[in-house]
Each structure stands twice: as C-alpha cells, then as structure tokens.
C-alpha cells in the first residue's frame, strides 16, 4: 500500500514527468514467480504473456471484458479465403523511438513461424507467411482457411525490425539462439509501458510510455513489479503496506485478508483447468524396470483417474475455491462440452482395472509439479501421489518453479511420467487447447504435447475444426474430439481455480477471468 507523503515529495515526484499526474501514483505488485523472459515469441505462457502484454503489442487485444479490440491495426478483414488483410496505425513508436510499420509486422511474424518459436502452435498454426501490401497494410497468409485467425492473436505481440537487426536478433531463430537474444533481457514495445530497470528475480520497474499512441486510463507514474514465491511472505508483504497488490491469495489466508482492514479480496472464476497430464508412449520410461510403459495402457491411465478423490482435493487442499470438472476444456470456452462426466473415485476399482492390465502389483513412475504457479499447485501433487500409492501406484515426485517446468515440458526428447499443469489458449475456444496440448507434437503443432500423444482420428478432428465454417459442423467436431479424449483417458481433468487477488483498499484493479492484470486500467487513490 502507498502510505501518505508529504506535499514536497509528492510535488517533486509530479514534476520528474511531464506527462505525470499532478500526484505521482506508484503501484507495487508481485507474484508467485518471476517472468521468464521479455522476449514475446520465446514461451507460450499465460503469465509470461500477460506481463509483456503492458510492454508490447499485438494487432489486436482483449479488452475487460475479454471481447476483442483494434490495437495496433485499425481495422481487419478476410479479402481472401486463406488472406487477412490488416489495416495498421501510422501513429504508432517504439520506446526506444523507431516507427512502427508493416516491416514489423512482417518480421515478427516470420520469427513467430521460426524454429526456436514457442508459439507457432497456438498463435499461427496454419499461417505460412506475411506480405507487406505498403507502410500500414499488411497481408496474412494462411496454409488453409482460418475464420477465427484472429481470436488467436490478441497475445501475439510486435516487436520492432529495426531494433532486432540492431541487436542481432534474428526472424529464423532456432530454440537456443531464441534464449540467447538479446529480446530475452531487454524489452522495446509500442505499450503504454516501457521497462527501466531489470533484475531478475528480484524487481522489474517500468513507466508510462510517454509517446504511446493511446488514451492512458490509469493514473501512474511508476510500476514495480516483485516476485516473491513464498506464499506466505507475500501475504505478508501485502498485510503491511509494501504491496498494493498481490497474486494469487493462497486459500489459506484468504479469510484473513478478508477480515484484515486496508486490504481485500478480489476473486472470481478463471479461464483455465489444472490437470494431470500422462505419457501415453508404449516404450519404457527412463529408469523403469518394466518393458513397456504402463501408461500407455488405458485402463491404467482409468486407474489412475479413479485413484484420484478431487471431490477431496477441491473441499480439503483448495478449502472449496475451485470448481471440479471432467472436461479439460474450461466452461466459459466456446465448444465446451457440458455432459461429460467424470470416472468415479473409486479405488477398488482402480486396483481391478490394474490387475486386469498385468500391473497388480502396481508400479513405479515419476511426476513434474510446479511449486509457485496454481494455487496450492505442490500441495496438490503431493496429495495426488498419496492417492496413487494406495492403490500401487508409486510417484517420486519432482516439484519446481514454473520457469524449469515449462523448460521440461517443451523438451521433446525427455520423458515424465505424469505432470500437472493449467492451460487456458487465448482464443477461447476448445480447439485452440487441443492444438497446442492434444495434436501430435509436430512443426506448429503440439507445443505442450508433452506426453507424446499421437492419435490420428484426434489430430484429424482438431485440424479439421481449424477450417470449418459451418459453426454447427464446426461445434460437432469440437464435441467429438472431447469425447474421445475423455474415452481414451489421455488426461485427468481436475478443476477450475477461482481467482484470487489481494488488492489495497486504496487501488482499483480490473480482474479479468484470464488472470492478467494490466496496468492501464490501475488507479492508485
């Protein structure tokens, strides 16, 4: 929380800016992890992508109420069937003062498309390529129709020609030269935001972009943003003034922020469902003494489902802030099947299922959890493992920081077991989770298809739906292909988290279902 200042230090602050108001507004906020990188093409991730969203820019954005916007194109269309046409600002810079234009459009896209790209399943599927039309139209190229392109793309943000051939960063990357960039450390955007000074780990600072070409709706004049992993130091540092924000409220100690004047608690549903993801291969994972990959077998993958109370871990770990599901596919999304219902918990069941596999004497295997990304992720995973060995099923349990985990998770020549992980695709709609999390992990397909899952008639469903246009046939394909991934067992869906931010009395946030906060939208009283 801001405490009071004395009229001297307010006024001078004022003054430090031009473009300040006549108080100087500074927010301090933190969260269970820090980013990962500032480069927008490198990690397909909520968080990640939602930080830099206050940095940079996509062509377009969600606005509060998550609906679509114009941002940095003006207007868009469909003049082709595999071509959208893109209308762009001409009164757009970056921070570090070049003009923003089609040429960056186009190189950002081509790096999107790169190897080392991170979000070329998720944000351009089926795109092959741009074309620069002139300064501030450009043209998108498509493999194969795509009537919903842009829900795809409001956070796929631009960064600036110019400054990547200035700093070497280049369009064709591969995967470690795209870690490497000079992108990864330091930030150039069109946003309302600009970075001056990053330590990571500890403390990113930014302020308002002086030159942006928008109305500011805030009234800040500096941002600070802390990563504090421990749940508990961070309720701390929101009870005693040094935040004014604070994300995710751990349920533990969301009564007492509730009860505890100056501060409050702002929850709500989410966009995203937290699962437990399996590796479907028939051959043996590292160090098994098995000759075959029990995990492979769908009776087992149903034995595991059934070995899992989350009817307990909802009521027990989460204290009843989350909503369990059987669908892998959040309700608010379009295509959300609502008749799916979960496998039972039933243990003795999972036990007969397991013996009628060969596996009655259980098995041993491994999970990946992160520590400081779900709410009570850890707490979860161990509750999990517990479940699992009741019916012989034996988990050495491997929990880390959400950075190292998605670094596992994209490695596609390392085998897990089991991990547990939340996915909410900005598009909002089904199909874009099942490209990135359930099609065959090739090209630009399958970026979080960490359990090498390859089923044809799926891959056939979900590529299909990419380019239906009938929106009853497309609906039926999005239905089918999550029946079949419930039939087929390839995940165990668990719930739906609330949301849940501790905010001082004195600011006003918007808390959108997505979990992003952006800062242009804050006001400090």
Known sequence: MIKKKTLAVLFAAAMATAAAPAFAKE????????????????????????????????????????????ALATSWELVEPTRWRFKLRD???????????????????????????????????????????DDYTVDVLMSRPDPILINNWSNWLIISHEWAEEHGIKAEATAEEMAKAYSNTHANGTGPFRIVERQPDN???????????????????????????????????????????????????????????????LTGPELRVVFLGMDVSPEPLPGSK??????????????????????????????????????????????????????????????ALLDEAGYADGFSTTMECPNNRYVNDEAICTAIVGMLEKVGIEVDLASMPIGPLLTSLSDTGKRRGMWFLGLSPGNIDANGLMQELVHTRTGAWGTWNAGNLSDPELDAMIEAAITETD?????????????????KVYFVPLHQQN???????????VQRPDDVFVWKWAHVD
Do not use: C
Request: proline share 6%; glycine share 6%; charged share 25%.
């Open 290 to 351: 098995l000759d075959t990959n029990p995990l492979s077998n769908r009776d087992v993958r149903e034995a595991v489902y059934r070995a899992i109370n989350e009817d307990a871990i909802a009521r027990v770990v989460m204290r009843g802030q989350a909503t369990p599901t059987a669908s892998m596919i959040p309700q608010e999304f379009h295509g959300f099947m609502k008749d799916l219902e979960r496998y039972p918990y039933d243990p003795e069941a999972a036990e």
């Open 91 to 133: 009164d757009v810079y970056f921070h570090e003062g070049q003009h923003f234009t089609a040429d960056d459009v186009v190189f950002s896209l081509e790096r999107s498309l790169a190897e080392g790209s991170r979000i070329k399943s998720s944000k351009m599927a089926v795109v092959v390529g741009a074309e620069k039309v």
């Open 471 to 487: 929106p009853e046939a497309r609906d039926q394909l999005l239905y089918d292909a999550q029946r079949r991934l419930n039939d």
């Open 203 to 265: 403390r990113t600072v930014a302020e308002p972009f002086d030159k942006w070409w928008g109305k500011a709706d805030h009234n800040l004049t500096r941002v600070t943003f802390r990563p504090i992993e421990s749940d508990a130091t961070r309720t701390a540092a929101l009870l005693s003034g040094e935040l004014d924000l604070a994300i995710p409220v751990p349920v533990q100690d969301q009564k007492r922020i509730e009860q505890a004047p100056g501060v409050e608690l």
């Open 499 to 509: 949301l849940s931010w501790g905010v001082a009395d004195d600011v006003t946030v």
């Open 27 to 70: 927010l301090t906020w933190s969260y269970s992890a820090d980013v990962t990188t500032l480069d927008p093409h490198a990690l397909d991730q909520t968080f990640n992508l939602g930080f830099l969203g206050n940095i940079y820019e996509g062509l377009v954005q969600r606005g509060p109420d998550m609906q679509l916007e114009p």
